[in-house]
């Protein structure tokens, strides 16, 4: 009787631990992405809705690879609300986890960029990879969301644009 207690309490144990996890794909994350561009006054109800619906599409593609389909493997992907005048963000999906990266103000760059040297680090990418990545952070949060009207770095066209008179 003793031994039929341990039998059952250990299948009990292992079907508590042995949770099924769904992987995360494109359209499970969709609304969650859609939901922090209304958040962030990027779309309005109404576009948020369509968006929601399928009425409009919804795009999230890999940085590398451009990848927008099925299954989301471990990486940086980028999003927007994909209109003239938007802001661009990016998330990092690793282990059917993600974490958004908002670009939108300077303290948001300076956390993203944290968590992509992090998340680099742990996913092992060559330097290459991690200055790249980094990279597109910066460029993005300059040349798109610091100043959204005039999509460009206003520092490139009246501050100090090259480095000859630089150390």
Request: aromatic share 10%; proline share 1%; charged share 25%.
């Amino acid at each position: 009787m003793k031994k039929m207690f341990i039998y059952s309490m250990l299948i009990f144990f292992i079907s508590c631990k042995s949770q099924v996890t769904s992987e995360q794909t494109f359209d499970s994350i969709k609304i969650k992405l859609i939901d922090f561009l209304q958040s962030k006054s990027e779309i309005d109800s109404i576009r948020a809705n369509k968006l929601r619906n399928g009425e409009h599409t919804f795009n999230l593609r890999g940085i590398f690879n451009n990848k927008h389909k099925g299954e989301l493997i471990n990486g940086l992907y980028a999003f927007s609300a994909f209109s003239s005048s938007s802001r661009g963000f990016f998330i990092i999906v690793e282990n059917n986890s993600f974490i958004i990266l908002d670009l939108s103000t300077r303290e948001g760059l300076d956390k993203s960029i944290k968590e992509v040297l992090d998340f680099a680090e742990r996913s092992k990418y060559c330097v290459t990879i991690s200055s790249e990545i980094v990279s597109r952070l910066v460029t993005v949060y300059y040349n798109k969301n610091k100043n959204i009207l005039a999509g460009i770095d206003l520092n490139c066209e009246r501050g100090i644009s090259n480095t000859d008179d630089l150390p």
